[in-house]
């Protein structure tokens, strides 16, 4: 197996250092359109590439948005996969450049949404994938795989949705991912100071879209932006998080594989958090279109132009960077509701928790981008063994969860030693009856 | 006399606007970065003029920046005064411009502050206004005049605050200026909107410094941001706003002219302002040095460089083009506490309120720029009538407040037609005493 991996930030940069510790690859070109970071990024991994059959990590220079400029490099590279790690903008060129070079495809992000010019807050319009899975039976006719969504959410939550369905339920009323974190970053002066722990580009996209929920009966349909705040109690010591819908992925890939009553995601944002998204789409500060203004280099005056969102990316701290001043724990899981094989009602947290410590220490990664990180790269190893296998535009649950969890939790060098946990709460009474707070059991 | 005004925005075409209706002076240069908008400001007032001796306005470009190039500017139309109607940026390169061009000089906002390098939050650093004090001799030396401060507040409020201490007051504790409105600009789908009625670029400078306040006891000293926040209840139906303490020009000027135990100013923000401007920032977005950003110009791709506050203020709507969406009112005002002319406690709120509709329907003017251009037209006036003389650096309580508050109230064609108010309230206990809620009487 021959991988590109386009974009080396936080995501890419982690991909890099985990493959390092495996051997199921025989190269990984990262590329990037700042060709300096790609070089960092793959120095990095050389030096803590355990298969010492001499340098597997390249760097290269790629546009991202260029799908031909994707091509020509993966054929060049022999690359039999090809892996997105840039922003979700950037989507559909790096899918069209792999299927173009022969390769086979994964992402952790999907083909960018576009809201119903009418109802937006009622009523879907151009939905997180379309675009890609309206390109389904081609990839199917090529017998070539794109693996979309693979990351830890959508991704490890779509194996753990894909688990419960197979495993524990016999009859399931919801997926409910639920996403939270206790994580803090400390300024020079040792106190908290404001740093989201993953783009904020991305972030922004995902939490002002319209967020998305499907039911059965009803089909998807959209809610306004921080619609439903619950406080959620995540394992593991982070505690109770308020969290509300966001547009996500595994509300449009969990329905087309596996029976659910209703499909949602919620983040736990925290509402500091809620507060500044809000600021900033009342401000305009979200944007993404050209808007002029005066230069500030004294060299060059005059007008320019720049994406409002792009400005407010580049005053915040890089989050990839933040790793060292970083504490706390991340949490992704699906909380399944519905009835047990034995007809029960029974309600689990399938989760999977990252203490910052322990991914830094172990990779010299961030917490957040560890954790996303570290999903591809098994999907990959599980095509390489041939234990996955597909063709067409497939989600994660579209494939068994048993060895992907498998291999996620047995210690190394057999699998990742990073454990997941099935944690049993109190069933919640089914909707249409009066309902009571639910008590969260321990694990 | 011959009025060079630099700045062409809301503030400088309202002041051509009022100008136009005055017949005191000879000419009124409007010069501007952007000669278009000096252009249309020219074409406005010319076509609102009642002098009828010819064309009265004349357009210039300028950069404010460069002092020599308001110097020329001024020696080229033998302007007499200059009159500073651009971002206090700007201040001390117009201030010089006019010393050397051997004109007075007016402005609205004074030199800029800079925080005390160790303890911003107790100390002053550089003060405003103490680049412009520090040039009084050469000022008073050359006999000529620097009216600074002569807006609205700065400027009818150290009116009001003059005229109390001559005609009020037998000894003043507090000279607490309060600035409030219940202003709303609504969108397209009249519903309201979030769009500042003020320069966002002034308005974070002064809501993010360091607030100063001024004691006898004590001299000038800071707190944090937003401290000590109070309801104050403001007259003519706009009602309680919650204000806090600002770092403004007000609170450096009236101790130096006036006796007084303590001088403040607190500005009603009310509770969504101060979370929009507490969260840029703690993202950063108030920053004004250049931040590296991706181009968004598709045909100058590359890193352009912004400063993050011209981006924000990019992205909300000009505030002078509100105008017609706005509804409400604004009051500015100073709270004087003391014992009376009869040694009795006494507590006065000295105001004056425009309604944005009046304002709109007589000078096409919202009302926040106009009740600010008018103070300094008005000086203006007292000035080339020799009502009001003076040498050196100066603010507006350095001259008698009888003739300004007079001409102010009077109807037109003698008077401005904007009346003001002495609300007497209920006197709070003396501070070190017990206290209870103030009942503000109606006016």
Redesign the interface.
């Known amino acids: 197996m021959r991988i590109l991996v386009v974009g080396s930030g936080g995501v890419g940069d982690a991909v890099a250092r985990i493959a390092a510790r495996r051997v199921f690859f025989e190269r990984m070109v990262v590329a990037d359109f700042d060709v300096a970071r790609a070089d960092r990024t793959v120095a990095a991994a050389n030096a803590r590439d355990l298969a010492r059959v001499g340098p597997r990590f390249v760097a290269a220079r790629v546009d991202a948005s260029d799908p031909a400029a994707i091509t020509a490099l993966a054929r060049e590279h022999g690359a039999t996969h090809v892996l997105n790690a840039v922003d979700p903008r950037f989507v559909m060129s790096v899918f069209q450049g792999a299927f173009d070079a022969g390769a086979d495809y994964l992402d952790m992000a999907m083909s960018l949404s576009r809201p119903h010019p009418e109802r937006p807050y009622e009523e879907t319009g151009v939905k997180l994938g379309d675009a890609q899975f309206a390109a389904d039976s081609r990839w199917r006719d090529a017998g070539r795989l794109a693996l979309v969504g693979m990351g830890v959410e959508p991704g490890l939550s779509d194996v753990f949705a894909r688990y419960a369905v197979d495993h524990l339920f016999s009859e399931v009323d919801e997926l409910g991912t639920r996403d939270g974190a206790d994580l803090v970053v400390l300024g020079d002066d040792g106190e908290p100071v ?1 740093a989201p722990s993953f783009s904020i580009w991305t972030t922004i996209e995902e939490c002002l879209n319209p967020p998305v929920i499907w039911e059965a009966d009803r089909g998807w349909y959209t809610v306004p932006p921080f619609s439903e705040p619950e406080v959620f109690d995540f394992p593991g010591g982070i505690g109770p998080v308020e969290c509300v819908h966001v547009e996500h992925e595994e509300v449009l890939l969990m329905p087309r594989f596996l029976g659910a009553r209703k499909v949602t995601f919620k983040y736990g944002l925290g509402e500091e958090f809620i ?2 998204l809000r ?2 789409h ?4 979200d ?1 993404t ?9 004294p060299a ?1 005056p005059g007008s ?5 969102r ?3 990316a ?3 701290p890089d989050p990839a960077a933040l790793g060292e001043r970083m504490r706390g724990k991340t949490c992704a899981g699906v909380l399944v509701t519905g009835r047990g094989r034995d007809g029960e009602p029974r309600e689990v947290y399938l989760h999977h928790i990252v203490d910052n410590a322990w991914s830094m220490a172990e990779y010299g990664a961030q917490c957040v981008v560890w954790q996303t990180a570290v999903n591809p790269v098994l999907a990959l190893e599980l095509l390489a063994r041939g234990v996955w296998s597909g063709a067409g535009v497939l989600g994660p649950e579209a494939f068994d969860a048993v060895p992907f969890l498998d291999l996620l939790s047995a210690p190394e060098p057999v699998g990742y030693g990073s454990p997941w946990t099935l944690e049993e709460r109190t069933p919640r009474p089914a909707a249409g009856t009066a309902t009571t707070p639910s008590t969260p059991s321990s694990a």
């Open positions: 404001f507060a500044v600021t900033l009342t401000l305009g500060l944007r279109e050209a808007v002029p203004v005066r230069s500030a280099d060059a320019v132009a720049v994406s409002p792009d400005v407010v580049a005053v915040l």
